[in-house]
C-alpha cells in the first residue's frame, strides 16, 4: 500500500474515542512486561508511517518526523516530539501525556533522562519499535545507553500486548469498517457511471473523509484485470475487470477491503468466493496460516492464486496498517484470541480473468466476528465485493 505524502484529518487525541483510563490499562501492561523483562526503562519509537507502538501507548501520532516516549517503570511519561518549541503547543494536542518537548538532540535528552532514572545501579533501556528505526537515531540510542547500561529489544514481547484488541478497539474497528464499505460503495457507484478508476478513487476518497476518516489509501488496475496498483500520472483509465484495493483510518485504527467490479461471476471471481469461504470455515483461535491457504487452494483449480496473494494472504491490522502475523505460506504464524486480521483471497484465470477479494475477522474463543463486509452494505456492494 502506498502511504500518502502527508498525514491528514483529526489526529487531536479524543478522551470520548479512547479515554484516558484505557491508555492507563495498558500502560499498566507494559510495565508488568518490563518487570518480566528486567528492563529498568522504555524507549517507544514512531515515525509518521508506522507509530502503532506509539499510539497505543501515548495516541501521539508524529507528524513531522520521528517521535519517542519516555517511559519509566513509574512515574510521568515524557515524549519527544520533532518540530521546534513552537510545535509544542500543537503536539501536546495529539495525546494524553502532559510532558512533551522538542526533540532537538535525541542522546542529550535521552543521557539526561537516563540520568534521572538511573539511582540503583546499571539501567536496562527497553526498546519497542526499533526494528523500523532509521540508522542515525539507532546509533545515537546504543551510544547514549552505554555508560548508563545496555539495550534490549521487547518488541515482541509488547507488540503482542496491542495485537489482542479490547472491546473499545473493536468499537473503533468496526466504525472505520462503516467508512470502509461507504467508501467501496461510492468507488463501485462512480466507475459503474463510467468514470475510470482515478475519478472513482476520488469519489471515495470523499466519501470516506465526508464519513469520519482520518486517511484514505486506494489502490487500482491500470489494465483489465491488472493488480491494484498506485496510481501513476493524471491518466483516468477505465478497466473491466476493475481490481482495487481501499485502506482507511478512523481514531487511528486501519479497515481494509479488496474489491472486484464488473468481474464475470462464473470465472475468477467465483473461484476466489469459494476460496475464501473456505478460508473463513478454519478461522480459529490456534489456526495457522497453512490451515487457510490449505482450505483455499483445494477450491482454486483450475485457476491459481492472484499475485496480489502469493507472498501472504492476510495479517494483522489495527494502529498499523500491516501489523503481526503475516500470514504467509507457513505454519508458524497463527491467529491468536483477541486478534483481528485482514484476509486476502485472489484467482487468476486466462487473459483478464482475475479477481481479489477481502474479509476483515475478530477472532476470539468464543468464535469470529466479521467486520467487514458490513452487513450495512447495499446489496450492489455485495456483488461488488464478491464476497455474500
Known amino acids: 500500500m502506498k502511504n500518502t505524502a502527508l498525514l491528514t484529518g483529526p489526529y487531536d487525541w479524543d478522551p470520548a474515542l479512547v479515554p484516558v483510563a484505557d491508555f492507563d490499562t495498558r500502560l499498566t501492561a507494559v510495565r508488568r512486561a518490563l518487570d518480566e523483562s528486567g528492563a529498568t526503562a522504555l524507549l517507544v519509537h514512531g515515525h509518521s508511517i508506522d507509530h502503532g507502538a506509539l499510539a497505543y501507548l501515548t495516541g501521539f501520532v508524529p507528524k513531522l518526523g520521528p517521535a519517542f516516549a519516555l517511559v519509566p517503570r513509574d512515574g510521568p511519561i515524557r515524549i519527544l516530539a520533532s518540530g521546534g518549541p513552537g510545535m509544542i503547543s500543537s503536539a501536546k494536542l495529539l495525546t494524553w501525556v502532559e510532558d512533551v518537548r522538542p526533540l532537538s538532540n535525541l542522546r542529550i535528552a535521552l ?9 540503583d545501579g546499571p539501567a536496562v533501556l527497553g526498546l519497542w519499535g526499533g526494528s ?3 540508522q542515525r537515531p539507532y546509533l545515537a540510542v546504543t551510544a547514549t545507553i552505554q555508560p548508563f547500561g545496555k539495550v534490549i529489544d521487547l ?9 489482542h484488541k479490547s472491546p473499545r478497539e473493536l468499537e473503533l474497528l468496526r466504525e472505520a469498517c462503516r467508512i470502509l464499505a461507504s467508501a467501496c460503495e461510492e468507488f463501485e ?5 463510467g468514470t475510470g478508476g482515478r475519478s472513482a478513487a476520488l469519489a471515495a476518497e470523499r466519501a ?5 476518516a482520518q486517511d484514505v489509501r486506494i489502490l487500482a488496475s491500470a489494465r ?12 483516468d483509465i477505465r ?12 481514531a487511528g485504527y486501519w479497515a481494509e477491503g479488496l474489491i472486484a467490479l464488473a468481474a464475470p461471476s462464473s470465472g475468477a471471481l467465483a473461484r476466489a468466493e469459494a476460496a475464501l469461504t473456505a478460508m473463513l470455515r478454519e478461522v480459529r483461535v490456534g489456526a495457522t496460516s497453512g490451515d487457510l491457504l490449505r482450505a483455499a487452494t483445494q477450491h482454486l483449480s483450475p485457476y491459481r492464486f492472484h499475485p496480489s496473494v502469493q507472498s501472504a494472504i492476510g495479517n494483522g491490522i489495527g494502529l498499523s496498517f500491516e501489523e503481526p502475523p503475516n500470514l504467509g505460506r507457513d505454519e508458524k504464524s497463527r491467529l491468536e484470541d483477541g486478534g483481528v486480521y485482514t484476509l486476502r483471497c485472489g484467482a487468476m484465470g486466462e487473459g483478464n480473468d482475475n479477481a481479489v477479494i477481502s474479509v476483515m475477522v475478530a477472532v476470539s474463543a468464543a468464535g469470529i466476528d466479521v467486520l467487514w463486509p458490513t452487513t450495512e452494505r447495499s446489496s450492489s456492494q455485495k456483488n461488488a465485493k464478491g464476497f455474500r
Not at 457507484?189 to 457511471?193: E, G, K, M, Y
Not at 483489465?224 to 491518466?235: E, I, Q, S, T, V
Request: hydrophobic letters at 40%.
Open 132 to 134: 523500523f528505526m532509521a
Open 224 to 235: 483489465n484485470g491488472g493488480p491494484p496498483l498506485p496510481f501513476d500520472g493524471p491518466a
Open 189 to 193: 457507484r462512480a466507475a459503474t457511471d
Open 239 to 250: 478497466v473491466a475487470p476493475l481490481l482495487a484495493c481501499l485502506g482507511v483510518r478512523f
Open 155 to 163: 518488541d515482541d514481547q509488547l507488540d503482542a500486548l496491542r495485537r
Open 111 to 119: 543521557s539526561e533522562w537516563l540520568r534521572e532514572m538511573n539511582r
Open 208 to 212: 470516506a473523509y465526508s464519513n469520519g
